[in-house]
């Protein structure tokens, strides 16, 4: 692809800019390179039918950014049902979930690679006042499909196989500076789909872009028009954004615009006034910290399920709040409310159960380790932390360390060795005792043949008391175990 191909339409007058973008160009064409066999090939399928195609959107951007990938997005003046035509005789796959707004997806593996393409025809989407789904019209040329797109950066477009840069918004521009704008007026954007505010958040938070004063004011503005977008579509970008680079940075533009008011109000509110009598800390600046410090340990990746607890681990505080007679502030049980709160929070947003089981158990067992102390914790009492963190202990581990943010060097350092105490403990019960997986030392089999007894709720009062003896006296010898279990059942009433 030659170099000339790939140019802006109005080059910035900035040298510093015009290096940037310059560099943009180079990467532009490393990455289309490496992708022009595929969209080649498909763009004169489309010629061949008497239709366009052009790379557009996010393919674009990332090319720009050196970061493309293998999902490629197109855009065509061919109508669905023309595009289905075209590409099944030589996709590998074709499926039509999207169809219904003018999107048909497909997969095809070339060289080694497999990419999976969205041919999607020129369009605007725009929301009814009254309905929480997009309408889509049918556009017929490639500007009326791109002054439509969300973003500058992401109104821009290489038309195929010409390979011709069309960037009519200055999009380039846009993404040499690192700022949002929008190629209408953002209040225009915003209106046709509210859900570009959560998204201008989202891409603050991936690409560490700033968003433009005008389109911040808008997001101000308009906050409230958010709520008529389903909360499956807000929860995914919520995740994008938690998931990014930078997610401090979108959450406080989440905040400062007034949009978290509508889609996660509990945060807003860790803003607790504070004044010269009642000293504590900033809780949102520390919960901002904390889901940073997580970020930091994390070993394989971004790590959903830990940052959405490190970023909830407080909620509960605002309503657990109590001046003491001593001047101090206390939250007490604030891990259990928060728990209740997160639940009811992730609940609304349409989490997976699963998902939200395990952010909700983190929160309520984040404080537990204060109970450690300097360290006198018994043998069962670190048997019982292990047991109901369960499979959530690693990250009950990375969460614990995360929420230390004060200054006092030495408290922090007191805190760190107190859990590095502990988890060398953990280490060591769970080689002698295999912690990972406490049971009973009997089973309901053996209970019921020990007792002579049928299954029943009293075999299931049994399992729990030897699971309490586990806990608290570790692994038992067989005879003692058998000891100890005909002991309780004497004990209990047989009536």
């Given at each position: 692809?030659?170099?000339?191909?790939?140019?802006?339409?109005?080059?910035?007058?900035?040298?510093h800019?015009?290096?940037?973008?310059?560099?943009?160009?180079?990467?532009?064409?490393?990455?289309?390179?490496?992708?022009?066999?595929?969209?080649?090939?498909?763009?004169?399928?489309?010629?061949?039918?008497?239709?366009?195609?052009?790379?557009?959107?996010?393919?674009?951007?990332?090319?720009?950014?050196?970061?493309?990938?293998?999902?490629?997005?197109?855009?065509?003046?061919?109508?669905?049902?023309?595009?289905?035509?075209?590409?099944?005789?030589?996709?590998?796959?074709?499926?039509?979930?999207?169809?219904?707004?003018g999107?048909v997806?497909c997969?095809?593996?070339?060289?080694?690679?497999?990419?999976?393409?969205?041919?999607?025809?020129?369009?605007?989407?725009?929301?009814?006042?009254?309905?929480?789904?997009?309408?889509?019209?049918?556009?017929?040329?490639?500007?009326?499909?791109?002054?439509?797109?969300?973003?500058?950066?992401?109104a821009?477009?290489?038309?195929?196989p010409?390979?011709?840069?069309?960037?009519?918004?200055?999009g380039?521009?846009?993404?040499?500076?690192?700022?949002?704008?929008?190629?209408?007026?953002?209040e225009?954007?915003?209106d046709?789909?509210?859900?570009?505010?959560?998204?201008?958040?989202?891409?603050?938070?991936?690409?560490?872009?700033?968003v433009?004063?005008?389109?911040?004011?808008?997001?101000?503005?308009?906050?409230?028009?958010?709520e008529?977008?389903?909360?499956?579509?807000?929860?995914?970008?919520?995740n994008?954004?938690?998931?990014?680079a930078?997610?401090?940075?979108?959450?406080?533009?989440?905040?400062?615009?007034?949009?978290a008011e509508h889609?996660?109000?509990?945060?807003?509110?860790?803003r607790?006034?504070?004044?010269?009598?009642?000293?504590?800390?900033?809780?949102?600046?520390?919960?901002?910290?904390?889901?940073?410090?997580?970020?930091a340990?994390?070993?394989?990746?971004?790590?959903?399920?830990l940052?959405l607890?490190?970023?909830?681990?407080?909620?509960?505080?605002?309503?657990?709040?109590?001046?003491?007679?001593?001047?101090?502030?206390?939250?007490?049980?604030?891990?259990?409310?928060?728990?209740?709160?997160?639940?009811?929070?992730?609940?609304?947003?349409?989490?997976?159960?699963d998902?939200m089981?395990?952010?909700?158990k983190?929160?309520?067992?984040?404080?537990?380790?204060h109970?450690?102390?300097?360290?006198?914790?018994?043998?069962?009492?670190?048997?019982?932390?292990?047991?109901?963190?369960?499979?959530?202990?690693?990250?009950?581990?990375?969460?614990?360390?995360?929420?230390?943010?004060t200054?006092?060097?030495?408290?922090?350092?007191?805190?760190?060795?107190a859990?590095?105490?502990?988890?060398?403990?953990?280490a060591?019960?769970?080689?002698?005792?295999?912690?990972?997986?406490?049971?009973?030392?009997?089973?309901?089999?053996?209970?019921?043949k020990?007792?002579?007894?049928?299954?029943?709720?009293?075999?299931?009062?049994?399992?729990?008391?030897?699971?309490?003896?586990?806990?608290?006296?570790?692994?038992?010898?067989?005879?003692?175990?058998?000891?100890a279990?005909?002991?309780?059942?004497?004990?209990?009433?047989?009536?």
């Amino acid at each position: 692809m030659p170099n000339d191909h790939v140019t802006p339409e109005g080059a910035s007058r900035d040298p510093h800019q015009h290096q940037q973008l310059s560099a943009a160009q180079r990467r532009a064409v490393s990455e289309l390179l490496r992708v022009s066999p595929v969209a080649d090939e498909l763009a004169r399928r489309f010629e061949a039918a008497g239709f366009s195609l052009a790379l557009v959107g996010g393919s674009v951007r990332d090319a720009l950014l050196g970061r493309l990938g293998n999902d490629l997005d197109f855009t065509t003046d061919a109508r669905p049902e023309d595009v289905l035509r075209i590409v099944r005789p030589w996709a590998d796959a074709v499926w039509e979930v999207g169809i219904a707004f003018g999107t048909v997806g497909c997969m095809k593996a070339d060289g080694g690679q497999d990419f999976l393409i969205e041919v999607t025809t020129y369009r605007s989407e725009a929301y009814d006042r009254t309905s929480r789904k997009p309408e889509v019209a049918y556009g017929d040329s490639i500007g009326e499909d791109l002054v439509r797109r969300d973003f500058t950066v992401n109104a821009m477009a290489v038309a195929l196989p010409a390979k011709e840069f069309v960037d009519p918004h200055h999009g380039l521009e846009d993404l040499a500076a690192r700022v949002l704008r929008t190629p209408g007026t953002p209040e225009q954007s915003f209106d046709d789909d509210p859900l570009r505010m959560m998204r201008a958040a989202r891409f603050a938070a991936q690409l560490g872009f700033t968003v433009a004063p005008e389109v911040q004011k808008a997001m101000k503005d308009m906050a409230a028009r958010i709520e008529i977008v389903s909360a499956e579509r807000v929860r995914d970008e919520l995740n994008k954004l938690l998931l990014g680079a930078h997610p401090r940075e979108g959450l406080k533009l989440l905040v400062d615009t007034g949009l978290a008011e509508h889609v996660l109000p509990e945060l807003p509110k860790l803003r607790l006034e504070r004044d010269e009598h009642h000293r504590h800390k900033d809780v949102y600046e520390h919960s901002l910290t904390v889901l940073e410090q997580a970020i930091a340990l994390e070993t394989e990746g971004p790590d959903l399920t830990l940052r959405l607890a490190a970023l909830l681990h407080d909620i509960g505080k605002p309503r657990t709040r109590r001046f003491e007679d001593d001047g101090r502030v206390s939250f007490h049980h604030h891990e259990v409310v928060g728990a209740k709160m997160t639940k009811a929070r992730m609940s609304k947003l349409k989490y997976p159960n699963d998902l939200m089981k395990d952010v909700t158990k983190l929160v309520e067992l984040h404080l537990r380790f204060h109970g450690y102390g300097t360290g006198e914790w018994t043998d069962s009492a670190v048997r019982r932390y292990v047991r109901d963190a369960g499979p959530l202990l690693d990250r009950l581990h990375k969460l614990t360390r995360s929420d230390c943010t004060t200054r006092n060097k030495r408290k922090a350092n007191a805190l760190q060795r107190a859990y590095d105490g502990l988890e060398e403990r953990i280490a060591a019960l769970q080689e002698q005792e295999e912690l990972d997986a406490i049971r009973p030392d009997l089973d309901g089999n053996e209970i019921m043949k020990i007792l002579g007894i049928g299954p029943g709720p009293a075999v299931g009062r049994a399992y729990k008391q030897l699971l309490e003896l586990r806990l608290e006296n570790g692994p038992m010898e067989h005879e003692a175990a058998v000891a100890a279990l005909r002991e309780w059942w004497a004990a209990q009433d047989q009536s």
